[in-house]
């Protein structure tokens, strides 16, 4: 079954509101998230690194201030996109690493979430 | 950093042949390298990952091999079937890095 897991898995929003897209992992404790964008047809791009408890680190060329992420909890990362344009219509991915003594987990392991579509009209 | 290649981008084949993707990267230090499906709309979906202690790991129907020296990983599948249909991508990831890099991917396609 899933060990990470987002939420909504789909969502249509208006152009100028915001909207907010959860992570979670299921059976462990994440101390880092990790926050994807994946146009049709192409690889994955990371946007951000979530980190628990302090900001998120975020990619060359992604705005902080358009792509908020709150790590607040061990097992809750959230991408919300302020202000969204028809442009920021894109399948958005979380990832998670179990930490290294986590059983039945091992060390570098990361799993993904199903994926939002978030599309912006 | 590092960069991660991947080939071929598109691979057709008949249900019950094998497929073989291969990738090379850029980093010595990379030490993992996984292996993820991933079907139209969803997450991508480990199928099998290995470790540079190691040169070959299979898990039933899907074998990854990896030479250090070269640089190279390969993802083999055998006696194909449709539900193999997807895009692969391989990534590679070291001690020091924070995140996976990642293949461009390939659409496999299982013809029945």
């Known amino acids: 079954g899933a060990v990470v897991s987002q939420h909504p898995s789909w969502v249509i929003c208006k152009s100028g509101t915001s909207v907010k897209i959860e992570c979670r992992s299921l059976?462990?404790?994440?101390?880092?998230m990790f926050w994807y964008r994946q146009f049709p047809k192409q690889s994955l791009m990371l946007m951000a690194t979530?980190?628990?408890?302090?900001?998120?680190?975020?990619e060359q060329g992604v705005e902080k201030d358009k792509f908020l992420i709150n790590h607040a909890s061990l097992t809750l990362s959230t991408l919300t996109v302020t202000s969204a344009h028809p442009e920021d219509s894109s399948f958005y991915i979380c990832?998670?690493?179990?930490?290294?003594?986590?059983?039945?987990?091992?060390?570098?392991?990361?799993?993904f979430g199903e994926g939002s579509w978030l599309t912006v009209v | 950093g590092e960069n991660v290649e991947q080939h071929p981008s598109t691979l057709s084949v008949q249900e019950g042949d094998s497929a073989v993707i291969k990738c090379t990267y850029s980093?010595?230090?990379?030490?993992?390298f996984p292996w993820y499906k991933q079907e139209l709309g969803k997450g991508p979906q480990l199928i099998i990952d290995?470790?540079?202690?190691?040169g070959e790991k299979k898990d039933q129907r899907i074998a990854v091999t990896l030479n250090k020296t070269a640089k190279h990983f390969s993802l083999h599948i055998t006696e194909t079937q449709p539900e193999d249909s997807a895009v692969y991508f391989c990534?590679?990831?070291?001690?020091?890095?924070?995140?996976?890099?990642f293949g461009s991917g390939t659409q496999l396609t299982v013809l029945p």
């Open positions: 990832s998670a690493r179990p930490p290294g003594q986590s059983f039945p987990y091992s060390g570098n392991t990361i799993y």
């Open positions: 059976d462990f404790q994440a101390t880092t």
């Open positions: 979530s980190n628990e408890g302090s900001k998120a680190t975020y």
């Open positions: 980093d010595s230090a990379s030490n993992y």
């Open positions: 290995i470790r540079s202690n190691v």
């Open positions: 990534a590679a990831h070291s001690g020091s890095a924070r995140q996976l890099t």
